[in-house]
């Protein structure tokens, strides 16, 4: 059997206001997002940096709570939160269940802090919200927010997490920062945030500068 020869296809021209008005579109598009990619957020104020050195958490909760944060599906993370200290539960020691449905979103424009000297002293990077019960590790309560503020202290990197609903912080120095793909200058053109899950225990990890990313502890913790 011959094989069918395909049809000839008439050229057709797109009228030339449609296609001016096309470009303009997608000209004006670009320029937009490459403006948000590249254009470092404004600071937290001085007084909140300072204020989150000093452990007055209050001040940097109502500074996070004006801040944008990305609740598009993808963006974030939901899932319900690891209880109890070693998985799966059926080994020798395994105690671990499920425990509080929670989600984590990132601050909008936390991919496009500068350089880690910026993060330094001080950024929200995230916030997590639990859905039904409250999750102690995080400083949630029940139908709670928790802030994800991220600083150096005494050569440490600290993640604080600032509950909505309480004066006190959890604070937890095994915070680490690490680039995004060593050797190949990659920079990130969205804000995202995670759970990471191991059979050790659960972490955060979220975008935290330009070309690097946070997680709430050190990867070899987890193995």
Same mark, same amino acid.
């Given at each position: 059997?011959?094989?069918?020869? $395909?049809?000839?296809?008439?050229?057709?021209?797109?009228?030339?206001?449609?296609?001016?008005?096309?470009?303009?579109?997608?000209?004006?598009?670009?320029?937009?997002?490459?403006?948000?990619?590249?254009?470092?957020?404004?600071?937290? $104020?001085?007084?909140?940096?300072?204020?989150?050195?000093?452990?007055?958490?209050?001040?940097?909760?109502?500074?996070?709570?004006?801040?944008?944060?990305?609740?598009?599906?993808?963006?974030?993370? !939901?899932? !319900?939160?690891?209880?109890?200290?070693?998985?799966? $539960?059926?080994?020798?020691?395994?105690?671990?269940?499920?425990?509080?449905?929670?989600?984590?979103?990132?601050?909008?424009?936390?991919?496009?802090? $500068?350089?880690?000297?910026?993060?330094?002293?001080?950024?929200?990077?995230?916030?997590?919200?639990?859905?039904?019960?409250?999750?102690?590790?995080?400083?949630? !309560?029940?139908?709670?927010?928790?802030?994800?503020?991220?600083?150096?202290?005494?050569?440490?990197? !600290?993640?604080?997490?600032?509950?909505?609903?309480?004066?006190?912080?959890?604070?937890?120095?095994?915070?680490?920062?690490?680039?995004?793909?060593?050797?190949?200058?990659?920079?990130?053109?969205?804000?995202?945030?995670?759970?990471?899950?191991?059979?050790?225990?659960?972490?955060?990890?979220?975008?935290?500068?330009?070309?690097?990313?946070?997680?709430?502890?050190?990867?070899?913790?987890?193995?």
């Amino acid at each position: 059997m011959s094989a069918l020869s $395909p049809l000839p296809i008439r050229p057709t021209r797109m009228p030339v206001a449609i296609a001016a008005v096309i470009a303009l579109a997608l000209s004006q598009n670009c320029r937009l997002e490459r403006g948000q990619d590249t254009a470092a957020p404004a600071p937290p $104020p001085a007084d909140v940096r300072a204020a989150a050195a000093e452990g007055r958490f209050s001040t940097v909760v109502e500074y996070a709570k004006g801040l944008a944060y990305d609740a598009v599906p993808g963006a974030g993370d !939901r899932q !319900r939160l690891m209880t109890g200290t070693q998985c799966p $539960p059926w080994v020798k020691g395994g105690d671990c269940r499920y425990g509080a449905l929670a989600r984590i979103e990132p601050q909008r424009d936390a991919h496009r802090i $500068p350089d880690t000297l910026d993060l330094a002293a001080g950024r929200v990077i995230a916030r997590i919200i639990t859905e039904d019960s409250a999750y102690a590790k995080l400083n949630l !309560r029940a139908n709670d927010t928790t802030y994800w503020w991220i600083d150096r202290v005494k050569g440490r990197w !600290r993640s604080a997490f600032l509950s909505s609903q309480r004066a006190t912080a959890v604070i937890d120095t095994n915070a680490v920062w690490h680039p995004a793909a060593v050797g190949h200058g990659y920079t990130w053109h969205q804000a995202i945030a995670r759970f990471v899950w191991s059979e050790k225990d659960e972490a955060l990890w979220a975008t935290c500068t330009m070309f690097g990313c946070c997680r709430s502890e050190d990867e070899s913790a987890l193995q």
